[in-house]
Structure formats: structure tokens, C-alpha cells
């Protein structure tokens, strides 16, 4: 016979149990917020500086271009503005001689403000035909 005093045993969580998990999974669900966002902001800068990359490279190929063409780089500075997707950037070029007659270096640091940080530096040596 069952003894009607006699309390059955409940089955579920307790309060301080439902907390903790809800604690736990906050934590969780904050350090996946986090790793979006990095992942996000890590995106953005390598686009950045890519697209940089591809400003100087198109610079240099100019360089090289105009010397196949017969136009020795000058050595003074020289700087201008281009857009590539869709952004505008800034490029400066510095020529320097080298120990050699017939070749010079030909350096492009590429920013996205004109006189801002430099994102990318590409250098190449150029020589005379």
C-alpha cells in the first residue's frame, strides 16, 4: 500500500541550477559576439590592404611601362590619387638612384588620406633599356 504522507520525489532544476546554466550559456554566447566581430574588423583590414597592394602594383606597372616606352623615371618625388573599389586613394612615389647608373629604386606607399598613414609599401628596381 502507498503511504499518503510520503512525498514523491520532484524531477527538474532548481533555481541556482537554472541560473548557472543561463550563466554559462551568456559567457558563451558574449565569446561568439566577440569572435564575430574580430573576424569582421580582420575582414575589413585585409581588404584595406589589399586593395593598397593592387594601387601600388598598378603603379609600378605604369613605372615599368613608361620605361619600356623610353621614359627614365625621374627622381623626384611624385604623388597622385586614384579610386579603386569604389574608395579613393592616395600614392606617393620616391625615386632614388643606386650605385649603379642604369638603375633606380622606385618605392609607392599607398594611404587612404592624402599625408595619412601608409597601409602599403611597394618597392622595385627599374633599369634603363
Do not use: C, K
Not at 575582414?43 to 603603379?59: D, F, H, I, P
Amino acid at each position: 500500500m502507498v503511504n499518503p504522507n510520503a512525498r514523491q520525489a520532484v524531477h527538474g532544476f532548481t533555481l541556482v541550477e537554472t541560473m548557472f546554466a543561463l550563466t554559462i550559456f551568456a559567457l558563451a554566447a558574449l565569446a561568439a559576439v566577440f569572435v564575430a566581430t574580430e573576424q569582421l574588423r580582420s575582414t575589413s583590414a585585409l581588404e584595406e590592404r589589399y586593395l593598397g597592394q593592387l594601387v601600388a602594383s598598378n603603379r609600378l606597372a605604369e613605372v615599368h611601362a613608361n620605361t619600356i616606352a623610353g621614359s627614365w623615371p625621374p627622381q623626384a618625388e611624385a604623388s597622385g590619387e586614384v579610386e579603386l573599389g569604389s574608395r579613393e586613394w592616395y600614392w606617393q612615389q620616391r625615386t632614388v638612384e643606386t650605385v649603379t647608373d642604369d638603375l633606380r629604386e622606385v618605392t609607392i606607399a599607398v594611404s587612404r588620406r592624402e599625408n595619412g598613414p601608409v597601409i602599403v609599401e611597394l618597392s622595385t628596381f627599374v633599369g634603363r633599356r
